[in-house]
């Protein structure tokens, strides 16, 4: 069936608002149609030309790829409203929590599923997204290429989603909390807040580029920098007996552990 819209999103929070943004760099305002029931949400969308609306229904009758893009918790009232009242060929999901299984049951199997698991840094384009296809997607290709306009994405089994939660989902509080820890151990070392600022963060973004670009494993790039009886084998070395990696991989797991009791509504 013939649609007005090519992308309908419900939901009109942060991340939907990443998605629009992103989509708008190859689609027309005029492709895009938006509903969410608070009007200062929709705000923002209105500024950049998208159709907006209220009612989900709207969205759900008019799209061919529905995006979904509210709380999970929410989720049952919104899918009990339009159940039945979609004309999408295409159902996406960034809801975490909420696997295709589930989708299906709410919504009928007649869909397309996409299930994505973004992360924050999308909204400055800077984003990893994980995205899963159902056997019944016929054009995979719009949907990488919309989450590919908000930063990386890989696709894998929705079965890895748990542990991608516990890495790119949920990683980018692990960056901070060691970001902190670096701008703090530099302000008691006498620097003020702004310069330790910016000396760890251009710190942190030269050595994901020496990561990304450099054909050493991470661990010659540790070992590079760390000279025998100098001054940067004293703090990895203080890590070690710390087990820094042993408490990271720790907390990862119980992300992940936490995950997949969401994902089984515990």
Same mark, same amino acid.
């Given at each position: 069936m013939k649609t007005k819209f090519l992308l309908g999103v419900i939901g009109a929070g942060n991340m939907a608002t990443a998605i629009v943004k992103g989509a708008l760099k190859t689609l027309k305002a005029s492709d895009i149609i938006v509903s969410d029931r608070d009007t200062e949400k929709l705000q923002e969308m209105k500024n950049n030309g998208v159709c907006t609306t209220s009612d989900n229904t709207e969205v759900s009758l008019n799209c061919k790829y529905l995006l979904?893009?509210?709380?999970?918790?929410?989720?049952?009232?919104?899918?009990?409203?339009?159940?039945g009242k979609i004309n999408a060929e295409t159902v996406i999901s960034i809801m975490a929590g909420i696997s295709v299984d589930?989708?299906?049951k709410s919504l009928g199997d007649e869909f397309g599923f996409v299930r994505v698991m973004p992360n924050t840094p999308a909204m400055i384009q800077k984003g990893m997204s994980a995205l899963s296809f159902?056997?019944?997607?016929?054009d995979k290709e719009f949907v990488i290429n919309l989450f590919n306009s908000l930063g990386k994405t890989v696709v894998l089994s929705e079965s890895d989603?748990?542990?991608?939660?516990?890495?790119? *989902?949920? *990683?980018?509080?692990?960056?901070?909390?060691?970001?902190?820890?670096?701008?703090?151990g530099g302000m008691d070392g006498g620097l003020d807040f702004e310069t330790a600022k910016t000396l760890t963060l251009q710190t942190i973004v030269g050595a994901c580029g020496m990561v990304e670009n450099s054909n050493d494993d991470i661990q010659t790039l540790i070992d590079k920098v760390c000279s025998k009886g100098g001054t940067t084998i004293e703090a990895v070395n203080s890590f070690i007996a710390d087990d820094l990696n042993g408490v990271i991989r720790k907390g990862m797991?119980?992300?992940k552990a936490r995950s997949k009791e969401l994902s089984n509504g515990k």
């Open positions: 979904f893009a509210v709380k999970p918790q929410v989720a049952p009232l919104v899918f009990d409203e339009i159940k589930t989708l299906k159902s056997e019944k997607v016929t989603f748990d542990a991608v939660t516990s890495v790119s *989902g949920s *990683g980018p509080a692990y960056v901070y909390s060691f970001i902190k820890a670096m701008i703090d797991a119980k992300c």
